[in-house]
């Protein structure tokens, strides 16, 4: 059974819920339009290549929004998510720019601890995010006044007050599907066609890394597959983190 005949169920709101995403997406692209003609908007969105992402980057080029799209490949994705990216970013209207880890550094890493230093200790764990993801993720976002994200309330306890605008932090962080159920993105996906990671279809519905992912069972949490090994209040790689090294101050 595919993910899209296991969960496509929209909900009773789905409608008021997507005019939502759609309004928050478009003033957006009016909000941080670039300040010079030619130049990048100031907006971008991060994308995991997840189902919610995917949903994000059909929107931004279905609505044709001056809205960047950008991807960090940590050097451990899947190689089916490789080639969700290839397709992306062949087929996208909205320039899709991919951010890798500085390779000494990766290399340095790997030598001192081992491939597999995630396992040893949350530390370690954390300090291959830190290379693999947040070092490249602070070049994706430089410059950027606002970046958009896929996150909703229903992925897990600790994203359970996700506001569709954060102004918490000195970047605006905009969750446009904040409100958004799991059958409300499996429907949105089955309605439109939208190319998705074929790992959802084998009960992978929360995709990183390839060490760090695995499929889940029948009534396990959503992000139960993700560092399984931890403890669940653990579970985020400080991407999402508030008072991250990420929060500099960027121009309005």
């Known amino acids: 059974m595919s993910a899209i005949d296991l969960n496509a169920r929209a909900s009773a709101t789905f409608a008021q819920k997507l005019a939502e995403t759609q309004t928050v997406l478009k003033q957006a692209a009016l909000d941080y339009a670039p300040l010079t003609p030619g130049d990048a908007p100031r907006v971008t969105l991060a994308c995991s290549l997840g189902a919610e992402d995917m949903v ?13 799209i950008f991807v960090l490949d940590t050097g451990q994705l899947h190689p089916e998510t490789l080639a969700l990216l290839a397709r992306l970013k062949a087929s996208s209207r909205a320039p899709v720019e991919v951010f890798a880890p500085v390779n000494e550094s990766v290399v340095q890493f790997v030598s001192r601890e081992g491939f597999d230093a995630m396992y040893k200790s949350i530390a370690l764990r954390k300090a291959c995010c830190q290379i693999r993801k947040l070092e490249p993720l602070g070049r994706a976002l430089a410059g950027k006044a606002a970046w958009i994200t896929g996150l909703r309330r229903e992925q897990s306890g600790a994203r359970a007050e996700v506001p569709l605008i ?9 969750n446009p599907l904040s409100h958004w159920t799991w059958g ?21 519905p929360s995709i990183g890394c390839a060490p760090c992912t695995r499929a889940i069972s029948l009534g396990e949490d959503f992000r139960a597959g993700r560092w399984w090994w931890e403890s669940e209040d653990l579970k985020e790689c400080g991407l999402h983190v508030k008072s991250s090294p990420l929060s500099e101050k960027v121009s309005p």
């Not at 954060?166 to 905009?174: A, G, Q």
């Open 56 to 68: 994000l980057a059909h929107l931004i080029n279905q609505l044709q929004l001056d809205i960047g």
């Open 166 to 174: 954060d102004t918490s932090e000195p970047r605006v962080k905009l």
């Open 184 to 204: 409300d993105v499996w429907f949105f996906i089955a309605e439109n066609k939208v190319d998705y990671n074929p790992l959802h279809d084998q009960f992978y």
